[in-house]
């Protein structure tokens, strides 16, 4: 398609590319169709991912809870050892 034929495409076509096939014209679909499009943040802004406040999550566990820890020692001619296995793959 030149230029041209872009700038006046049909909205309710567009151009898929996906790997390993050429570009083809395609039918849009709607989304407001589809069965859980009550789920997506284009039917409630509530649904919104925020990847900020999910990065920025950090795990809280109460005074009570048990777990075990570890100390563990790392010398240099550990991570040297570590590093020149891991280059022979």
């Not at 909205?11 to 050429?22: D, P, Y």
């Amino acid at each position: 398609m030149s230029r041209d034929e872009l700038a006046v495409m049909d909205g309710e076509k567009c151009i898929l590319q996906l790997r390993g096939v050429r570009p083809f014209l395609s039918n849009k679909y709607d989304i407001t169709k589809h069965k859980r499009y009550k789920e997506l943040a284009d039917f409630n802004k509530n649904n919104a991912f925020d990847v900020e406040k999910y990065l920025a999550h950090r795990l809280v566990m109460s005074k009570d809870t048990e777990f075990e820890m570890y100390e563990v020692t790392v010398t240099q001619e550990d991570v040297s050892a570590i590093e020149a296995e891991e280059g022979e793959d």
